[in-house]
């Protein structure tokens, strides 16, 4: 059943969905990871592809840049293709000065001062949280695979370029330990909990607040290796 996002048919979609931010990072993990890839997607450049990684079967799909978007998508793939579990993989900002460029964060709780939950159905936390066993399946994955993960709470905003003088969100944000930013999983995590599935994020730390640095458009895309070993691993044993 196609949706107007999505053209895939029930079935071209595995259960388990590693989910980038962009497309093109999609693209690369299916030709690069997976064996005999399927592109089921490309509606609005939002590019998804089933394969198989190790015997598994495993799909990958982009969810663009912000709660909106993937809220639209991993909607869809919960409630309509029955995908059981999705793995975001992203890039973040880190916040603090432990937390370095290329550092993998497993986020523990996502923070965010959106509506989102609220919109949609009436939720007006300000903390999400993914699936337990999803996380604790990641940790093992990351272990096995000698990969250190940063495992703390992460901040979810809405705004990109935040012109508040006096920083309300990254101050309760810091205030709930949070180490790093990003903008899609607290709409992930409420997705997943509302149709009763599971959801994770991983992410790379593509620049520093702190430091100033920062990682290029094709370090990002091409670069972000362990993140996706430990997703592909992990998603193997679900």
């Known amino acids: 059943m196609a949706t107007p996002h999505n053209t895939a048919e029930k079935g071209d979609i595995a259960r388990i969905v590693l989910m980038p931010g962009d497309p093109l990072?999609?693209?690369?993990?299916?030709?690069?990871?997976?064996?005999?890839?399927?592109?089921f997607n490309h509606v609005r450049g939002m590019l998804g592809y089933t394969g198989t990684y190790k015997g598994h079967r495993i799909s990958v799909m982009g969810?663009?840049?912000g709660m909106p978007s993937i809220g639209i998508y991993s909607y869809e793939l919960?409630?309509?293709y029955d995908v059981?579990?999705?793995i975001r993989i992203g890039s973040t900002g880190s916040m603090v000065p432990e937390v370095k460029i290329y550092d993998v964060v497993l986020a523990e709780a996502s923070f965010s001062t959106s509506s989102y939950g609220k919109t949609q159905n009436g939720d007006e936390s300000d903390i999400?949280?993914?699936?337990?066993?999803?996380?604790?399946?990641?940790?093992?994955?990351?272990?096995d695979l000698g990969y250190p993960l940063v495992c703390a709470p992460i901040n979810s905003s809405d705004v990109f370029y935040g012109d508040d003088p006096n920083a309300v969100e990254k101050t309760?944000?810091?205030e709930h330990g949070c180490v790093c930013a990003e903008m899609e999983s607290f709409a992930l995590f409420h997705n997943a909990k509302h149709l009763g599935k599971k959801a994770a994020c991983l992410l790379t730390?593509?620049?520093?607040?702190v430091t100033n640095e920062a990682t290029t458009a094709e370090e990002r895309q091409n670069s972000f290796t362990r993140m996706m070993e430990i997703a592909l691993e992990a998603a193997c044993r679900c």
């Not at 730390?205 to 607040?209: A, F, G, P, T």
């Open 25 to 39: 990072r999609a693209k690369f993990i299916a030709e690069t990871f997976l064996d005999d890839p399927k592109e």
């Open 63 to 65: 969810s663009g840049m």
């Open 78 to 80: 919960f409630s309509i």
């Open 84 to 86: 059981d579990a999705i």
């Open 128 to 143: 999400k949280y993914p699936d337990p066993e999803l996380n604790a399946t990641i940790k093992a994955a990351a272990a």
């Open 172 to 174: 309760k944000a810091m």
């Open 205 to 209: 730390v593509s620049d520093s607040m």
